[in-house]
């Protein structure tokens, strides 16, 4: 309806475009049959984004019966149907869901597999949480890229994520139990603050929070917090030169991203993470790499700027890449002075019955959730014989056990999707969208080198985030064509724009036009 109202009144387009302190027309303007049509194709919108943003409520208040579902088990059994009620209510609703290119087999896939993974399942106390996790994600997942839908909508879904990284430190205070002596001079970072929330995580020494599982979500958002710091700084000034329309939204959103993102950086350095250091490391370096490449072509930036960024750059990855081999070769060959599960020795004996398991249960995995009770009970290893272990420390592995082979593809096929559609919002005219787009991109392959030696388990806690990330770059891609086609979106570019014979054009929307 709302795309017929706007075909029979263009000028209804205009309003919803409006730049943010623009004067409202008045009200005489909106009397009529045409008055009627432009409120109908302003307030359906409105409608329509109410029921989507519902949608996400819904799923954060049924958040805490999945994750602890044998707590309140008649409470977590009438929430099992709320998911499926919901997505019926959208298909019946004012406008169908959102399309999620390259994604949406490959996500059924998954929850098919999730479903066959349970045929195997022992122990239910532990695998119940996980595949409830699964369902949960993808609702997550699908409900992001269908309440995110407009460039606007987008920014203020990554300055939630600024909010929620905030949370996820100040959680990360009070309840990991930190891990120290593996680099002394971060050791004061820690602090060694005990733990004030206890009896979270199971089968941990005092029932915190693992730091390593802290350190895979950290790696998740550093890139694209810092990402989105620069992309809507860019796009606030270009808005301050373009319009002169007033810079007070655009100035707090930075603001937060680069705060959220710098504590997120001294909060990874606090868990002491090898894992987390290499995959945090790998997403700073493309996310320094993009930014020095911008500097490069910026042709309005001061020439000793343009040399100095790219030159600092290079001095970072030399230096970053050097400490990173160090850390490396000391953990090949110093292993027997760490933890026996942190040493190298043991990761190369778990990844062996990793793939033992691998060969003997192929298709429906050994079930979510089931790694520690089938590990010691058929494939017992010397090193770690006494100790639980969550997961295979591989994340590649994790997924092929516990989902099976057919689960994994599809779960690979869903991100090669997320990173078209990552691809295609890198390409976008619009600062936020393309910066949006390579942050979320760069924390994924970061998170993807973390995956190589340690991992969060399909339906932890944890891996939350990574649905979150996923279905952020599922609604990235789905903005980006609207943002290349917008005129007001063209106009946040930070490509100066091209001259004319009568100088450089201002938009249609600037308030110096003549006539307005």
Same mark, same amino acid.
């Given at each position: ?22 004067? !409202? ?99 239910? *106390?532990?695998?119940?949480?996980? !595949? ?95 990402? *989105? ?33 710098? !504590?997120?950086? !001294? ?102 959730? *089931? ?146």
């Amino acid at each position: 309806m709302g795309s017929a109202a706007r075909q029979l009144d263009p000028e209804a387009d205009r309003l919803d475009h409006r730049l943010p302190g623009e004067a !409202v027309p008045p009200a005489s303007n909106l009397s009529g049959a045409g008055g009627e049509r432009r409120i109908r194709a302003r307030l359906i919108p409105q409608r329509v984004t109410l029921e989507r943003m519902a949608h996400l409520a819904v799923l954060a208040t049924i958040l805490p019966l999945f994750w602890f579902p044998w707590r309140w088990p008649l409470l977590t059994l009438a929430a099992l149907p709320v998911i499926p009620i919901l997505w019926a209510i959208r298909r019946r609703g004012h406008s169908r869901p959102a399309r999620i290119p390259g994604m949406g087999l490959p996500l059924v896939c998954v929850l098919l597999a999730t479903c066959l993974a349970c045929i195997p399942i022992a122990d239910w *106390q532990a695998g119940l949480p996980k !595949v409830l996790g699964m369902a949960l994600g993808v609702a997550v997942l699908v409900g992001i890229a269908d309440a995110v839908t407009t460039p606007r909508a987008l920014a203020g879904a990554v300055a939630m994520l600024s909010v929620l990284a905030l949370l996820l430190a100040g959680v990360g205070l009070v309840g990991v139990e930190w891990i120290t002596g593996k680099f002394t001079p971060l050791d004061a970072l820690a602090g060694r603050p005990p733990p004030l929330i206890r009896g979270v995580v199971p089968h941990t020494a005092r029932g915190g929070i693992h730091a390593n599982e802290l350190a895979g979500t950290l790696v998740l958002l550093l890139p694209v917090l810092l990402a *989105q710091g620069h992309g809507l700084l860019t796009r606030g000034q270009r808005t301050a030169r373009g319009s002169g329309a007033p810079t007070g939204v655009a100035v707090w959103r930075p603001s937060l991203a680069v705060l959220a993102g710098c !504590v997120s950086l !001294v909060l990874l350095l606090a868990t002491q993470s090898r894992s987390g250091f290499a995959g945090g490391g790998v997403g700073l370096a493309l996310l320094g790499g993009a930014i020095s490449v911008t500097a490069v072509h910026a042709r309005r930036w001061p020439v000793g700027l343009r040399v100095a960024v790219p030159v600092l750059y290079a001095a970072l990855l030399g230096l970053g890449a050097r400490t990173g081999w160090q850390i490396l070769v000391r953990w090949t060959r110093l292993s027997g002075e760490e933890s026996i599960l942190d040493s190298f020795a043991s990761r190369r004996e778990l990844w062996e019955r990793s793939l033992y398991m691998l060969q003997d249960f192929p298709f429906t995995g050994i079930g979510p959730g *089931q790694f520690n009770a089938v590990l010691h009970a058929l494939y017992v290893p010397f090193l770690l014989w006494n100790q639980y272990v969550p997961h295979a420390h591989n994340i590649y592995l994790e997924y092929a056990l516990e989902l099976g082979i057919p689960g994994a593809i599809a779960f690979g096929l869903v991100v090669l999707g997320f990173f078209r559609s990552c691809a295609l919002a890198a390409r976008s005219g619009d600062a936020l969208v393309r910066w949006t787009g390579l942050g979320l991109a760069f924390g994924m392959a970061g998170f993807m080198v973390y995956g190589l030696t340690d991992a969060i388990a399909p339906g932890a806690r944890g891996g939350l985030l990574l649905w979150i990330v996923l279905g952020l770059g599922a609604a990235a891609g789905n903005v980006a064509p609207e943002a290349r086609q917008t005129p007001l979106e063209k106009s946040f570019a930070d490509t100066p724009d091209e001259p004319c014979s009568q100088g450089h054009r201002r938009p249609a929307w600037s308030g110096s036009q003549p006539g307005r």
